[in-house]
């Protein structure tokens, strides 16, 4: 928990048996929820450079390819060529301050995968 900054958001790789998979972890006021990190529309990571997620105002996830625009606490594009389509959500826990991934292995390599 200590690795991701209050408001924000930070990527990781996670690492599996066979694959690793590029999410994002976001700390908000009620906890932390996390995304696949693929764009909808392409398939593209989204930050801008490392752990930068966030359009100008903080307020959304933003896709540096094309501008697409995502809630935080739910993953709907709400602006942007993919609107009306979600990250694909990462089921997280936290123990003892650490953040753990559950059941990873049912998410695709990205977005596009599911045939978005």
Known sequence: MDAIPAQRARGFELTLETRTLPIIVI?????VCGYLNSCPHTGVRLEWRADDFFDAEGEHLQCATHGALFRSDDGLCVAGPCQGRNLIPVDLAIEQEE??????????G????RGR
């Open 99 to 108: 953040v753990f991934a559950i059941d990873p292995e049912r998410l695709p």
């Open 27 to 31: 700390r908000g006021a009620g906890g």
């Open 110 to 113: 990205t977005a596009r995968a």
